[in-house]
């Protein structure tokens, strides 16, 4: 692709935030209202948290005075400037990178994402993403905006309107996250796409992974059940909570055992985001080479001799969460087959298998 260079260079150059000035006139006869809440309702995808932001850094003016108390009361007459921090809204460009192609017809695709590939673009990732790859692939040429959230960075658009181009139909079923390898599915018309995501909503769509898991004692086989929420702590990850969140169940089943770690297979019952790797490490086995869930980590630190030794190498060689997307199976739109797919593990996933069994292998 000519522009390809071209394109990189623009998205290196993004700005984080982008200042939008926003004036508004208070109706006559308006019922005095907290400002916050008046201009979270009056302002596009902006939340009372990035409202009271702008308030609390001195940002919104009412009658040309500052106002920073969230508990201002607008009223009718009232003129109101407020300057809205926002994120610059991405140019989705084709990028002829290359795919692992798993099965293809006029209707939709199965895709076999490799470690590492976002699926969909995001602050920290405007290129390079497998909506990149599948724009270039389907022979779509026009450059598209997608808006950002205020508050989570996630593209808004539900993936029913992925694309605002008339001619871009092709959308995201589900997704896996960066550091997950495996099967995808991929619609390329909003009809497929409508129909594929009601087989997931009604749990029709049969997913299962491998992971590989610190520690031995994993039952043979169970479900874990837990509701999911964003962590307290880290706004950014997931975990198990007893008061919010939504249901979430992983049915796992162990393959092999070996001298410090699982082979577990696991089948989501629900599709949560983060759902299998907060849920084995809440019960403390989390997959190896995460990093956002402990898995990056000697869980033998301090054990003497080929035990602790076997784990420091491991981590080494674990560059990222050892979880794939094996096998994927669901009933296709149009023709109303059944349509079933394995992918092999990855040659990382492999290696650190083949590590584990070497009960000589010491580095």
């Not at 019922?31 to 990035?50: F, M, W």
């Not at 508050?151 to 589900?174: C, M």
């Not at 929420?229 to 979430?248: L, Q």
Request: with cysteine; aromatic share 8%.
């Amino acid at each position: 692709m000519n522009n390809q260079k071209d394109d990189k260079d623009l998205f290196n150059h993004y700005p984080d935030y982008e200042e939008e000035i926003l004036v508004y006139e208070v109706p006559n006869g308006k019922v005095p209202e907290r400002i916050d809440t008046y201009l979270s309702t009056l302002i596009k995808n902006a939340s009372r948290t990035r409202v009271r932001k702008s308030l609390d850094e001195g940002m919104v003016k009412v009658n040309n005075k500052i106002v920073k108390k969230a508990s201002y009361k607008v009223t009718g007459g009232d003129k109101i400037e407020c300057i809205m921090l926002r994120r610059p809204a991405v140019k989705l460009v084709p990028q002829d990178i290359p795919l692992e192609i798993i099965y293809e017809d006029n209707h939709l695709l199965v895709i076999n994402k490799p470690a590492g590939m976002v699926v969909h673009p995001g602050v920290g990732n405007r290129y390079d993403t497998l909506v990149n790859a599948l724009l270039y692939h389907l022979g779509i040429s026009d450059n598209i905006d997608i808006e950002f959230d205020d508050d989570n960075d996630e593209i808004l658009n539900d993936p029913g309107k992925l694309y605002a181009s008339s001619e871009v139909r092709p959308g995201i079923v589900h997704r896996l996250d960066k550091q997950t390898s495996g099967l995808l599915v991929v619609a390329k018309t909003t009809e497929v796409l409508i129909a594929l995501q009601s087989q997931f909503v009604e749990r029709k769509v049969s997913r299962t992974y491998n992971a590989l898991v610190w520690g031995t004692k994993l039952e043979d086989e169970g479900s874990i059940i837990g509701n999911i929420d964003r962590s307290k702590i880290d706004r950014k990850i997931f975990a198990v909570s007893t008061r919010s969140g939504k249901y979430a169940k992983t049915n796992f089943k162990v393959l092999k055992r070996y001298s410090i770690a699982t082979l577990v297979e696991l089948k989501l019952e629900t599709g949560r985001t983060h759902q299998i790797r907060v849920h084995l490490s809440d019960k403390n086995y989390p997959i190896i080479g995460d990093s956002e869930y402990g898995g990056d980590t000697n869980k033998y630190n301090g054990v003497i001799g080929e035990l602790n030794n076997l784990a420091k190498f491991i981590v080494s060689k674990s560059n990222r969460q050892l979880l794939h997307a094996k096998d994927l199976k669901f009933i296709h739109p149009v023709t109303n087959n059944e349509m079933q797919f394995q992918s092999e593990l990855p040659e990382d996933f492999k290696n650190v298998i083949n590590i584990l069994e070497s009960s000589s292998f010491l580095p």
